[in-house]
């Protein structure tokens, strides 16, 4: 004898099914006594299938219903959405506006979820539709439909339709002025986010955590860091630091104007730290070049409750990839293994990056050769590592075979690309390379267009690197650097000197690249003249404290034979490189100033530098001609030298290049 509906319906209504298999069984039975059309019982198996968050099990109890209503069909929809399941979620609703079974309309509790769907899967012709079925419905004046729509039209970069919906409500509420900021955020509009916010506040609303979220980002791109100082101030007033989320916002903010400072005190200040928090502070040292100060943290972080997620190995291997040494990505390697992330796509891109970067090529090849899915993440970092070890070959070969497998380049493999040609001196390849950006269409993208610029001047194809340029429409300072060096190459100091004017009539800002660049050329030529007006120009803007500045600065006066100014720059630098020394020795050798050569040479010495091959070359004329005048034969004194110094084999290498 089978149980009737109360008995079946009971245990449903008291939640006394504690799994989801025995829902199942129960759901069984329901079926196999036909109790399973019954109204109260359709709600509560609905009801039950939602508490375990199985919304397509409660789908299908709901789809084979008789006379299911309005609010059960809502339930399903309110959590069909809330577990991502837009297309099934846009089917339901499709067959309630048009099943002759199922025709229970939409209310204003419908349409939210719904219009969120239409923007996560849907194209524009059937968010408009949705909208004309809103309006035709009567709820296009519900507060809550019209944020919905104002979020849709502004996550598929609609700003215009969303700014319209957003006028024409009557009455707007914070949640209202939030997904107008969030849009404008989200889409690149940084100075119209700005404006809502300032309206908000006139119109007497005050900002909460999630208006803070959106707006603090964009901080750096709109104002001086004290914009930023001024946003945490008010934060603060309105209490918005209830609000976990807001503290790691505030120091990616501090962190992106290199204020890492103020970003420590804020982090130190949290009492609580959750991972979000230790990885912004993690990103925030990595990002501005920290890289011991971000493996401190992370050391803070290891000896906490946080566990690391993807997003603190990717950035703390980005430090360790900067290191002197690899122990301490190798530490990383082991940890990501241990808490089974080490296998993620970005943590093994990550990894092979850093490897690489080492000089481990065969456990960067390891890594990559043993991951199943090869997406371009992957890649690039590995084509990378062959171009930094300079295994032009492979760079060639990796990037034939990452199209042979349907992995399409991007502007990154481009310039990976290229770049290998470039030092590997082959034009003939370049050339391909060349070809096969303008048939792909990388052409237009800036990076790759600098890249074959580098590439013809140092494959000494000069004009046509001047032909691309004239053709490029908008030009980056990396640009105008590479035609200022190919200027210096071919020893054209004049239109070097006029790229540089026209480089600052276009209002590009040069850097130190452009200042070296400069300064180099006229190492080659005798225009003192010129040369000392760009030495003032760096004095002017500050880079003449900058040290490779100045070397470069102490060998052009060398070059002119003005030992003075070169010394009067030598003795005026708080720190001095190998490099320092060596440009001034290089210019008392070149002028046969063998004694003052000595004299620096017993000075760095004793200064703690380590001479290198290039101290060598200059030492070690420097002492057969004090010691054999013009001999060509090297003294022992001075073999003994240069083998104390650098070794035999350095030696070796010295002699073969006088002899040669």
């Not at 508490?51 to 609010?71: C, G, I, K, M, W």
Request: charged content about 15%.
């Amino acid at each position: 004898m089978f149980p009737d509906s109360f008995a079946l319906l009971n245990p449903l209504r008291l939640s006394r099914c504690g799994s989801l298999d025995s829902l199942r069984k129960l759901h069984v039975l329901l079926v196999v006594t036909g109790l399973i059309h019954n109204h109260s019982v359709v709600f509560q198996t609905i009801k039950s299938y939602l508490r375990f968050d199985q919304p397509l099990l409660a789908l299908s109890v709901f789809e084979t219903a008789e006379n299911p209503t309005l609010y059960v069909q809502n339930l399903v929809i309110r959590c069909l959405s809330h577990h991502g399941f837009y297309s099934d979620l846009l089917r339901l609703y499709s067959r309630s506006q048009h099943s002759s079974r199922h025709r229970l309309g939409s209310d204003e509790f419908t349409f939210p979820f719904v219009i969120k769907a239409c923007s996560a899967v849907s194209g524009f012709r059937a968010e408009k539709e949705v909208h004309c079925v809103v309006l035709k419905s009567g709820y296009g004046g519900h507060l809550v439909v019209q944020t919905a729509l104002l979020h849709m039209y502004a996550k598929t970069g609609r700003m215009e339709l969303s700014r319209k919906v957003f006028d024409d409500m009557s009455g707007r509420d914070l949640i209202s002025w939030n997904a107008l900021i969030s849009g404008y955020s989200s889409n690149g509009l940084d100075r119209e986010a700005f404006e809502a916010f300032r309206q908000m506040q006139a119109d007497g609303l005050k900002p909460n955590s999630s208006t803070f979220l959106g707006v603090i980002p964009l901080c750096r791109s709109l104002g001086p860091p004290m914009a930023g100082d001024l946003m945490h101030g008010l934060a603060l007033k309105c209490g918005a630091f209830s609000d976990k989320a807001l503290v790691p916002t505030l120091i990616s903010m501090y962190a992106g104007w290199e204020d890492l400072t103020a970003a420590r005190l804020l982090f130190d200040l949290l009492p609580s730290k959750d991972l979000v928090v230790w990885n912004a502070m993690i990103s925030g040292y990595s990002q501005n070049g920290k890289w011991d100060e971000a493996i401190e943290v992370f050391q803070l972080m290891h000896h906490s409750d946080a566990r690391p997620d993807i997003v603190t190995l990717v950035s703390i291997l980005s430090s360790c990839s900067n290191l002197c040494t690899i122990d301490c990505g190798k530490c990383i390697h082991a940890i990501g293994i241990k808490h089974g992330i080490s296998d993620q796509s970005s943590v093994v891109a990550a990894l092979v990056s850093m490897y690489a970067k080492h000089g481990e090529i065969d456990s960067a090849e390891d890594l990559f050769h043993t991951t199943p899915e090869k997406s371009l993440l992957l890649w690039n970092p590995m084509i990378s590592g062959y171009l930094s070890n300079g295994l032009w070959d492979m760079v060639l070969g990796a990037f034939h075979n990452m199209q042979l497998e349907g992995v399409l380049p991007d502007d990154i493999s481009m310039i990976n690309v290229i770049s290998g040609c470039t030092m590997a001196k082959d034009l003939c390849r370049g050339k391909s390379a060349h070809a096969y950006s303008i048939r792909k269409g990388f052409i237009s993208n800036i990076r790759v267009m600098n890249a074959l610029l580098s590439l013809y001047c140092d494959c000494n194809q000069f004009s046509t690197s001047l032909e691309l340029f004239h053709r490029m429409r908008v030009r980056s300072v990396i640009s105008w650097n590479t035609l200022i060096s190919g200027w210096g190459k071919i020893g054209d100091i004049q239109s070097l000197v006029a790229s540089f004017r026209s480089m600052c009539q276009e209002g590009v800002t040069f850097d130190m690249v452009t200042v070296i660049s400069i300064l180099s050329s006229f190492c080659s030529v005798e225009d003192a003249a010129s040369g000392m007006s760009f030495h003032a120009l760096t004095i002017k803007n500050g880079c003449n404290l900058d040290l490779s500045v100045a070397n470069a600065l102490i060998s052009m006066y060398m070059n002119f034979g003005d030992t003075e100014a070169s010394n009067l720059l030598f003795n005026g630098l708080s720190s001095r490189s190998i490099i320092t020394w060596n440009a001034l020795m290089t210019g008392y050798r070149n002028t046969n100033l063998f004694a003052e050569v000595m004299i620096l040479f017993n000075q760095l010495r004793m200064d703690g530098q380590k001479p290198n091959s290039v101290t060598l070359l200059n030492v070690l004329p420097a002492c057969e001609s004090l010691l054999h005048g013009a001999s060509r034969v090297t003294p022992p004194s001075a073999i003994a030298l240069c083998i104390c110094l650098q070794g035999v084999e350095a030696y070796k290498q010295r002699e073969k290049c006088l002899m040669g």
